[in-house]
T-cell receptor, first 116, second 113 residues
């Protein structure tokens, strides 16, 4: 019940295209869903996050879509650029106000390559 | 990098030796975490701390211990390093309360030979 399943493992997109990465979770107590971006040799950087009271959150070219009934959420990168080439991780946790200690459960990651 | 410093950044050590990794934060955040990252596994929680001297185990805690004697420092110790502990280790911090955001350090690449 603690797993977060992420797909695809790798993704190749042309410059200007839309990148879509999907995640599914099992634990219905999760109420915070962040996405992290990681470049080689660097630590994961928080990109965007969503809570289940909204179905979509957009920040610039990055959008999270959230489907509570299906227990799925996805990251959409519009107008993908070569600089977006990185590994992306979805994660889930129960928020501190829900009694957790903020321990993140991560998906296994998606390596995105954006071709010029 | 949200005021997080990990040291050392790289280390090669021999099987059976003790190793301590340090995480130092300047944000005064209550929560600190140690994760390990391995190909095909994503990031997995080793131990975490919810205050000075308050720590607990994560998903993959066997072979690791931690200590937090000050708010700003969280130490991860491998008492007797094994080859299976070759990994990249990341420290993360979180403010807690209404703020669930977690920020990661740059990582420590540990190789056990």
């Amino acid at each position: 019940q603690q797993q977060v399943k992420q797909s695809p493992q790798s993704l190749i997109v042309q410059k200007g295209g839309i990148s879509i990465i999907n995640c599914a979770y099992e634990n219905t107590a999760f109420d915070y869903f962040p996405w992290y971006q990681q470049f080689p040799g660097k630590g994961p950087a928080l990109l965007i996050a969503i809570r289940p009271d909204v179905s979509e959150k957009k920040e610039g070219r990055f959008t999270i879509s959230f489907n509570k009934s299906a227990k799925q959420f996805s990251l959409h990168i519009m107008d993908s650029q070569p600089g977006d080439s990185a590994t992306y991780f979805c994660a889930a946790t129960r928020s501190f106000s829900g009694g957790s200690q903020g321990n993140l459960i991560f998906g296994k990651g998606t390596k995105l390559s954006v071709k010029p | 990098d949200a005021g997080i410093t990990q040291s050392p950044r790289h280390k090669v050590t021999e099987t059976g030796t003790p190793v301590t990794l340090r995480c130092h934060q300047t944000e005064n955040h209550r929560y600190m975490y140690w994760y390990r990252q391995d190909p095909g596994h994503g990031l997995r929680l080793i131990h975490y701390s919810y205050g000075v001297k308050d720590t607990d185990k994560g998903e993959v805690s066997d072979g690791y211990s931690v200590s937090r004697s000050k708010t700003e420092d969280f130490l991860l110790t491998l008492e007797s390093a094994t080859s299976s502990q070759t990994s990249v280790y990341f420290c993360a911090i979180s403010k807690g309360q209404e703020n669930t955001e977690a920020f990661f350090g740059q990582g420590t690449r540990l190789t056990v030979v």
